[in-house]
């Protein structure tokens, strides 16, 4: 069973997300927060699995409270999907800096926020990876520094982790690794843990940042 808070300001939208989730048999909705505050608060006191959070709120907007939900040990398997209108693309990078596992926009048909929801408490892959990937080569700075003075654990890759690293940064599934590497799927999936465990990554979102903040994948390739 995946439990969910869902953050809106919006009472109609708030319900029909929880009535669209609440539909499904694997999906439970324990909460529902009217602001990024309130979002945290019940986070904090729920632990669920899933939180569909919007961007734009009062008190403290949705990236603000993303952050302190990711920043939380408590809180280290709860997962956040941001719910946006797509409409400014900055405010979507720095959730995925704060933390948040992937994005959906209001406008979806209501079995694609099912199934990001699953996608997201899966693990295992980037809601829309290609469209992460555009968000970030168009605001992601690369740094002068080397990558290993910026990331230090990047040492402790090895060679096929990094390559796992970076066809995770340009978007590939476990199924795509998997077939580039000629490996099985669990096998690309095993390598990908291993890589966000040893960068301390909160999902894969995180190893995108990783690798075009750290100079690794440079933006346009």
Same mark, same amino acid.
């Given at each position: 069973?995946?439990?969910?808070? #869902?953050? +809106?300001?919006?009472?109609?939208?708030?319900?029909? #997300?929880?009535? /669209?989730?609440?539909?499904?048999?694997?999906?439970?909705?324990?909460?529902?927060?009217?602001? @990024?505050? +309130?979002?945290?608060?019940?986070? @904090?006191?729920?632990?669920?699995?899933? #939180? !569909?959070?919007?961007?734009?709120?009062?008190?403290?907007?949705?990236?603000?409270?993303?952050?302190?939900?990711?920043?939380?040990?408590?809180?280290?398997?709860?997962?956040?999907?941001?719910?946006?209108?797509?409409?400014?693309?900055?405010?979507?990078?720095?959730?995925?800096?704060?933390?948040?596992?992937?994005?959906?926009?209001?406008?979806?048909?209501?079995?694609?926020? !099912?199934?990001?929801?699953?996608? %997201?408490?899966?693990?295992?892959?980037?809601?829309?990876?290609?469209?992460?990937?555009?968000? /970030?080569?168009?605001?992601?700075? !690369?740094?002068?520094?080397?990558?290993?003075?910026?990331?230090?654990?990047?040492?402790?890759? *090895? +060679?096929?982790?990094?390559? %796992?690293?970076?066809?995770?940064?340009? @978007?590939?599934?476990?199924?795509?690794?998997?077939?580039?590497?000629? /490996?099985?799927?669990? *096998?690309?999936?095993?390598? #990908?843990?291993? !890589?966000?465990?040893?960068?301390?990554?909160?999902?894969?979102?995180?190893?995108?940042? /990783?690798?075009?903040?750290?100079?690794?994948?440079?933006?346009?390739?």
């Amino acid at each position: 069973m995946i439990d969910v808070l #869902v953050a +809106d300001d919006q009472a109609l939208i708030r319900q029909a #997300v929880t009535d /669209i989730l609440a539909g499904h048999s694997d999906i439970t909705v324990s909460g529902r927060a009217v602001d @990024g505050a +309130d979002a945290v608060d019940q986070a @904090g006191r729920l632990r669920p699995d899933v #939180v !569909v959070m919007d961007i734009r709120m009062p008190a403290l907007d949705g990236i603000a409270a993303t952050a302190r939900i990711c920043a939380d040990p408590a809180l280290a398997d709860t997962r956040v999907l941001i719910l946006t209108t797509f409409e400014e693309d900055e405010y979507l990078v720095a959730a995925l800096r704060a933390g948040a596992s992937g994005f959906i926009g209001k406008g979806a048909e209501p079995e694609d926020i !099912v199934r990001a929801v699953r996608a %997201v408490h899966a693990g295992d892959a980037l809601l829309s990876p290609a469209a992460t990937r555009a968000l /970030i080569t168009r605001y992601v700075t !690369v740094p002068a520094r080397p990558a290993l003075e910026t990331i230090p654990e990047l040492a402790e890759l *090895t +060679d096929r982790e990094r390559e %796992v690293l970076l066809l995770v940064a340009r @978007g590939r599934s476990n199924q795509d690794i998997a077939e580039d590497l000629v /490996i099985s799927p669990h *096998t690309a999936k095993t390598h #990908v843990n291993r !890589v966000m465990t040893k960068l301390h990554a909160h999902d894969r979102a995180q190893l995108v940042i /990783i690798a075009y903040e750290t100079g690794l994948l440079a933006p346009g390739t």
